[in-house]
Nanobody, 122 residues
Framework: QVQLVESGGGLVQAGGSLRLSCAASGRTFTYYTMGWFRQAPGKEREFVAAINRSGDTIYYTDSVKGRFTISRDNAKNTIYLQMNSLKPEDTAVYYC???????????????WGQGTQVTVSS
């Protein structure tokens, strides 16, 4: 079992930046691949970014490449999502999630945080 708590969401103007954090507790953090997902109103949850256990394998969905950066600090049991050049279409609830092994499908992630709202105004 691992518990995940996101923070750092908020309201920002288009072109601005936010950094999301996800603190993990419970089982050994370094066991897990970590991912960020988001869900906008009326839409399905979608993959945003993932980072493997050691941090040397990272993957982004195309719409955030070059703007978002995922990272992890295994000493602090925390992952981050630095979001730059934000667009109104980035507005969503952002969730962090954990899984064993590697993958980007939400179905493979066993543990989820409660989510943090990100709103980008135009």
């Amino acid at each position: 079992q691992v518990q995940l708590v996101e923070s750092g969401g908020g309201l920002v103007q288009a072109g601005g930046s936010l950094r999301l954090s996800c603190a993990a507790s419970g089982r050994t953090f370094t066991y897990y691949t970590m991912g960020w997902f988001r869900q906008a109103p009326g839409k399905e949850r979608e993959f945003v970014a993932a980072i493997n256990r050691s941090g040397d394998t990272i993957y982004y969905t195309d719409s955030v490449k070059g703007r978002f950066t995922i990272s992890r600090d295994n000493a602090k049991n925390t992952i981050y999502l630095q979001m730059n050049s934000l667009k109104p279409e980035d507005t969503a609830v952002y969730y962090c999630a954990a899984r064993g092994g590697w993958g980007i499908s939400s179905a493979g992630y066993a543990y989820w945080g409660q989510g943090t709202q990100v709103t980008v105004s135009s």
